[in-house]
């Protein structure tokens, strides 16, 4: 039960007022709670609030919203994990993991994931705040995060909205909360979902070369990686295959051969054939034979429930988008959805080359929105009339110099504490789990490091912890990780 609450405020040019939608640039509220996990009582502070960003000059440019959740029965915290973090987008709220992974509280969803009313939330069982201290970060112009702009002047918006301005600007607020909260001599990790994998990817490598801060861990869940996702390259069309496996089986779409398996019985054979056999024959291009073509559009049409007569049309390339279409055009005529192909839409029209709408985060928004605007006045008691923006503005974003793979791997290299954990959902359709795969493999292209990588696949979409039994085996996932990759006395060298 929730006691003790205090407020610290450290008021700049910005405060609370009933008629001025502005926030104090540095303030914290602090709650105490506890959680039961794994049969056990968990007590905890819940501190969340508002911490500055500044620049090479000392100026305030932005301050971001947070909540730090700390177990209070650890006396020393030296080898106390604390984990950092994020979500993805770029634009979106650390809401996600917040309140329905890893925190200690959690949505009022059905075990599927479907949302309930009356909304809510309820205390988490499985949250990892029994083995690590977590604090959830929200980037520029998410949650209630935003950038100082002084009177007169507009927000370059070079300094926060793009790949490289992110990671550093990140990097530097996490040395100020890290000193804050005297967490230097504590393990660290970041985890990030979606774009979040770029972000903590990038992190990895800023956070060691610029703020000397070295991690033990960097988790990715459905990562986002840029050197493939949308590029329209023959290796972004052939990866996608496995995942048109799992949805099509899902919805028992495959020729009973497949249909009859179980879907991890028959994910390593679709696996096989998109790289071997897919991606060399898509590289062809327009030069392909006539007889390989249809041989390959055949062998497709086995793996992705989708007609012969439509692979060939897309020229063997066929897209996400297309597929949430076409899967169930002439079954039921509904689309699937793009970031978990369980759910299910309705468009206007059944022709069309992609769906009208994102069924899955409609959804997700039925449960999220009225939840964490609840939980943060009810009961972490932070109190503003500022709009909480799930999905915040941060175009135009610079895609440009995006070199976090190899900032990652060199990481890796230098620090031989580093490991890293991928999670990803089987019928996530916008970061495959395939693609995942294929990232952790070029992120150590000599293989030297592969020992430090591993990979976990949940049945379920891109937010894997929706579904109830993966939010438990996800976390426990977690736990695994983060008990093999602490330092246990053993020193940093090879």
Do not use: C
């Not at 039994?469 to 996800?474: F, H, I, S």
């Amino acid at each position: 039960m929730k006691k003790n609450i205090f407020l610290l405020s450290i008021l700049f040019s910005l405060t609370i007022t009933s008629q001025d939608h502005r926030i104090p640039l540095d303030t914290m509220v602090v709650t105490t709670n506890s959680v039961i996990i794994k049969g056990k009582t968990i007590p905890y502070k819940a501190i969340t609030g508002m911490q500055p960003v500044w620049d090479d000059h000392g100026n305030v440019t932005a301050s971001l919203y947070y909540t730090y959740y700390k177990r209070s029965d650890i006396k020393n915290d030296e080898n106390r994990p604390i984990i950092m973090s994020f979500n993805g987008g770029p634009g979106s709220a650390s809401v996600w993991m917040h309140i329905a992974y890893t925190g200690p509280k959690v949505l009022k969803i059905d075990d599927e994931g479907y949302p309930i009313q009356p909304y809510g939330i309820k205390d988490n069982p499985n949250s990892i705040l029994d083995v690590a201290d977590i604090v959830f970060v929200n980037p520029v112009n998410t949650g209630y995060s935003r950038p100082v702009v002084a009177k007169g002047k507009k927000l370059d918006t070079s300094q926060f909205f793009g790949i490289n301005a992110d990671v550093k600007y990140l990097a530097g607020w996490l040395n100020t909360f890290i000193t804050r909260n005297n967490r230097w001599k504590s393990p660290k990790y970041i985890i990030g979902e979606s774009y979040g994998g770029t972000r903590v990817m990038g992190l990895a490598a800023e956070l060691q070369n610029s703020q000397w801060m070295y991690l033990n861990g960097v988790i990715m869940v459905s990562p986002a990686d840029y050197k493939v996702l949308r590029t329209e390259s023959a290796v972004d069309y052939a990866i996608n295959l496995p995942y048109f496996t799992a949805a099509a089986w899902y919805h028992n779409m495959l020729p009973p051969a497949l249909q009859n398996k179980d879907l991890l019985d028959i994910l390593p054979e679709s696996e096989n054939y998109a790289i071997n056999n897919l991606l060399p024959a898509i590289a062809k291009g327009g030069f392909i034979t006539e007889d390989e073509k249809n041989s390959v559009a055949k062998k497709v049409a086995y793996y992705s429930g989708l007609s012969e007569k439509v692979i060939l049309q897309n020229n063997l390339e066929v897209s996400p988008s297309f597929f949430w279409k076409e899967l169930l055009r002439d079954k039921t005529g509904q689309t699937i959805g793009r970031l978990d192909s369980r759910y299910l839409g309705l468009d206007k029209r059944e022709i069309g080359t992609r769906p009208d709408f994102n069924s899955e985060l409609t959804s997700w928004l039925h449960s999220f929105t009225p939840a964490i605007n609840y939980y943060i006045r009810e009961e972490l008691n932070f109190k503003t009339d500022v709009k909480y923006n799930l999905f915040g503005s941060v175009r135009p974003w610079d895609n440009r110099n995006n070199n976090v793979r190899e900032g990652l791997r060199q990481a890796m290299a230098q620090n031989p504490y580093l490991k890293v954990l991928i999670q990803s959902g089987y019928y996530d359709g916008a970061t495959t789990y395939f693609s995942a795969k294929y990232t952790m493999w070029k992120t150590d292209p000599s293989g030297k490091m592969k020992d430090r990588f591993f990979f976990k696949g949940y049945r379920s979409g891109h937010m894997m912890y929706l579904r109830n039994e993966d939010l438990q085996k996800a976390n426990n996932d977690l736990r695994t990780f983060i008990s093999n990759s602490l330092a246990k006395g053993k020193p940093a060298k090879y």
